[in-house]
């Protein structure tokens, strides 16, 4: 059985784009679709991806119809607040550590967009079902249909 960090792994590269000669995954197809299932069944999530400014966070990707494309935040807003605290030197690793931390799951962000301040509100939300299943499809696609071609 695959262990929590190794599967949440395996849900993140899957969620971020990954070069098509990554490593492959060794488990069986079945036992990875169960796995992230099971890792991901009640988690919540904001539907962006964040990247690193060196200092600071900017928007890279949002999923259409998440919490955060909702919201109404955009591809480039620059992470500036959330809940009151300074996020204006924050790394990737710290931002997904501050977002598992929050109990309500409610933030309020101030985001830097074009040069002006913006408040946005929004909620983290359960994975649906239609964004597990893509998780899944693009990991199966991406470290097991690969093994023919090796």
């Given at each position: 059985m695959?262990?929590?960090?190794?599967?949440?792994?395996?849900?993140l590269?899957?969620a971020?784009?990954?070069?098509a000669?990554?490593?492959?995954?060794?488990n069986?197809?079945?036992?990875?679709?169960?796995?992230?299932?099971?890792?991901l069944?009640?988690?919540?999530?904001?539907?962006?991806?964040?990247?690193?400014?060196?200092?600071g966070?900017?928007?890279?990707?949002?999923?259409?119809?998440?919490?955060?494309?909702?919201?109404?935040?955009?591809?480039?807003?620059?992470?500036?607040?959330?809940?009151?605290?300074?996020?204006?030197?924050a790394?990737?690793?710290?931002f997904?550590?501050?977002?598992?931390?929050?109990?309500s799951?409610?933030?309020?962000m101030?985001?830097?967009?074009?040069?002006?301040?913006?408040?946005?509100?929004?909620?983290?939300?359960?994975?649906?079902?239609?964004?597990?299943?893509?998780?899944?499809?693009?990991?199966?696609?991406?470290?097991?249909?690969?093994?023919?071609?090796?």
């Amino acid at each position: 059985m695959l262990q929590v960090s190794r599967i949440f792994a395996v849900a993140l590269l899957a969620a971020v784009a990954v070069e098509a000669a990554g490593p492959l995954c060794r488990n069986p197809a079945g036992e990875c679709d169960r796995e992230i299932r099971s890792f991901l069944a009640g988690r919540r999530y904001s539907g962006m991806q964040v990247g690193d400014l060196k200092p600071g966070l900017v928007i890279e990707a949002l999923v259409e119809g998440g919490p955060a494309f909702r919201a109404g935040l955009r591809k480039g807003d620059r992470i500036a607040g959330i809940n009151g605290k300074s996020f204006a030197d924050a790394t990737p690793p710290q931002f997904k550590e501050a977002l598992s931390k929050m109990p309500s799951g409610r933030l309020f962000m101030i985001i830097i967009r074009g040069g002006a301040y913006k408040k946005i509100e929004m909620r983290l939300e359960p994975y649906p079902k239609t964004q597990i299943d893509r998780i899944i499809a693009q990991h199966l696609a991406q470290a097991h249909t690969a093994r023919a071609d090796r």
